[in-house]
């Protein structure tokens, strides 16, 4: 089981839609992280957050606006995504505290764009 | 420019024998090192790490050996079990605390009966 969860597990869109990606992690950890990984390829960070704020942004295009309410929950907010956005979104947690902490994974959302 | 190169896409190995996964990287100032697991359907889930001051790191049957010279990490697993089937992604870290990882391409280790 993991520790690490994504919500919802499969969606759907339209190219116009508005729709929001969820994760909740609940081991304390103060880093949280939005991956992408389409098929076949490994994941590619995205964005960073660090005790709540942000930390990196690889270059994302601003269709994709991430959101981190709390330390334990991290949004992402889609918005006029295009076809080549269709992928597995990944989030990972890890501990800020000390050094060399493994970044924990959940089990991603299948988004289709249609 | 793959800063992570993982260069077998698959490894067939016959079950109890030791699997050896293969990492080669390019940037000398990564400083730690991690081997994921990945079956379908689910996300990645960690299963052994090295920082860059160690050259070896060991978890039960999962062994991690780092050579720095060579910019070159491996992951051996024994003996090998029919559940140890899936995709192994080697990631290597750019800065501590929150981490900027870069993965490898992945390797799928099938372990045959």
């Known amino acids: 089981d993991t520790e690490v969860t994504q919500t919802p597990k499969h969606l759907v869109m339209g190219m116009t839609n508005k729709k929001s990606l969820k994760c909740e992690q609940h081991?304390?950890?103060?880093?949280m992280y939005w991956y992408k990984q389409k098929a076949k390829k490994p994941p590619e960070l995205m964005f960073v957050?660090?005790?709540?704020?942000?930390?990196i942004n690889e270059s994302v295009p601003s269709r994709f606006s991430p959101e981190c309410p709390n330390s334990s929950l991290l949004n992402l907010h889609l918005h006029a995504l295009q076809p080549e956005d269709s992928a597995l979104y990944l989030c990972?947690?890890?501990?800020?505290?000390?050094?060399?902490?493994?970044?924990?994974f959940g089990d991603g959302t299948r988004l289709s764009i249609l | 420019d793959q800063q992570v190169k993982q260069n077998s896409p698959s490894l067939s190995v016959q079950e109890g024998r030791i699997s050896i996964l293969n990492c080669d990287y390019t940037?000398?100032?990564?400083?730690?090192f991690l081997w994921y697991k990945k079956y379908p359907a689910e996300g990645p889930t960690f299963l052994i790490s090295?920082?860059?001051?160690?050259d070896k790191n060991e978890d039960g049957r999962f062994t991690v050996f780092l050579n720095k010279s060579a910019k070159h990490l491996s992951l051996h697993i024994v003996p090998s079990q029919p559940g140890d089937s899936a995709v192994y992604f080697c990631?290597?870290?750019?800065?501590?605390?929150?981490?900027?990882?870069?993965f490898g391409q992945g390797t799928r280790l099938t372990i045959n009966p």
């Open positions: 990972a947690s890890s501990q800020l505290n000390g050094i060399n902490q493994p970044q924990h």
């Open positions: 081991m304390g950890h103060r880093a």
């Open positions: 957050y660090s005790y709540e704020k942000l930390s």
């Open positions: 940037n000398s100032m990564f400083d730690y």
């Open positions: 090295i920082s860059s001051i160690k």
């Open positions: 990631a290597a870290s750019l800065i501590q605390g929150a981490q900027k990882l870069v």
